[in-house]
């Protein structure tokens, strides 16, 4: 079973948060709806997001890959 760490936005640099949220912006599949905003829009919007406690950054230390999940979701894979 996966092991999940919860990364706090405010431990990483702020290039490597950017970075971070850059990576998943760019990831195929991420839709912002009908109207097409910028990458720095939609980086801006997920920091936002981030810093008010709606998404949180997972890191799973088994495939060393991290994603950005709503608060609730997090929670769930962090409580098992």
């Known amino acids: 079973m996966a092991e999940f ?3 706090p936005p405010e431990k990483l640099e702020d290039e490597t948060l ?3 949220l850059q990576d998943y912006v760019n990831r195929e599949g991420t839709d912002y709806g ?5 990458l720095h829009d939609k980086v801006r919007r ?4 981030l810093d008010a406690g709606e998404l949180k950054l ?4 088994e495939s060393e890959e991290w994603d950005l999940l709503p608060a609730a979701d997090a929670e ?5």
Not at 34 to 38: A, V
Not at 46 to 49: D, I, N, S, V
């Open 5 to 7: 760490l919860q990364i």
């Open 34 to 38: 009908l109207q097409e905003l910028s």
């Open 58 to 61: 997972l890191y799973d230390i």
């Open 76 to 80: 769930r894979l962090l409580d098992n």
């Open 46 to 49: 997920l920091r936002r997001q």
């Open 18 to 20: 950017i970075a971070v």
